[in-house]
């Protein structure tokens, strides 16, 4: 499977971007689809996630609930994040990643993902 990312960019404070990330090569509800990001000098983090479990449950991290929200278009097979309300602090570059379902308390984990796109920027200035 391959993970193409696109959609950052540079924004104010407050402003709004859209996060896609095509999937290829296989269905997307195949797998958890992943958002995680990786600010200058930190470690890669959690940000969002979408898991297939009857129909599709989201997840996300403390720090962007309420402001993020994941999506996906099955029929485009892509997953989305909306980013909202964005902050100086939300600068980073935001990777999507997949892995085949597995189990729930690991949704987290970036080392449970296989499968990653190459990342797109999002700058937040003030």
């Known amino acids: 499977v391959q993970l193409q990312a696109s959609g950052g960019g540079l924004v104010q404070t407050g402003g709004s971007l859209r996060l896609s990330c095509v999937v290829s090569?296989?269905?997307?509800?195949?797998?958890?689809m992943g958002w995680f990001r990786q600010a200058p000098g930190e470690e890669r983090e959690f940000v969002a996630a979408?898991?297939?479990?009857?129909?599709?449950?989201?997840y996300y991290a403390d720090s962007v609930k309420g402001r993020f929200t994941a999506s996906r278009d099955g029929a485009k097979n892509t997953v989305y994040l909306q980013m909202n309300s964005l902050k100086r602090e939300d600068r980073a570059v935001y990777y999507c990643?997949?892995?085949?379902?597995?189990?729930?308390?690991?949704?987290?984990?970036?080392?449970?993902?296989?499968?990653w796109g190459q990342g797109t920027q999002v700058t937040v200035s003030s």
């Open positions: 979408i898991r297939r479990s009857g129909g599709f449950t989201f």
């Open positions: 990643a997949a892995r085949f379902r597995s189990v729930l308390n690991t949704l987290r984990l970036e080392s449970t993902y296989p499968y």
């Open positions: 090569g296989r269905t997307s509800s195949d797998y958890d």
